[in-house]
């Protein structure tokens, strides 16, 4: 089954789908931008191009990035 194929799965015996979905990035809340971009780079991950204003590492073999950045999220670092 392809990942859009529909199914009757439910009790009413509607159609229902099942889509395939990937988590591609996740933001991150930090205090410190370059403590965290050096935090970041010692683990090894790769620093990403990006617009100004955002930084973006990803882990090695993964298909999810973090981002992070002065302006990107009102959320509290650390939250």
């Known amino acids: 089954m392809s990942?859009?194929?529909?199914?009757r799965n439910d009790?009413?015996?509607?159609?229902?789908?099942n889509i395939d979905l990937k988590l591609e990035v996740v933001?991150?809340?930090v205090a410190d931008v370059d403590r965290a971009k050096e935090f970041y780079g010692r683990l090894g991950w790769r620093l990403d191009r990006t617009p100004p204003g955002i930084v973006q590492f990803t882990p090695p073999g993964s298909g999810c990035s973090v981002q992070f950045g002065p302006t990107l999220t009102a959320a509290a670092p650390g939250s």
Do not use: N
């Open 3 to 7: 990942a859009t194929d529909v199914r």
């Open 27 to 29: 933001v991150i809340p």
């Open 11 to 17: 009790a009413s015996g509607t159609p229902s789908r």
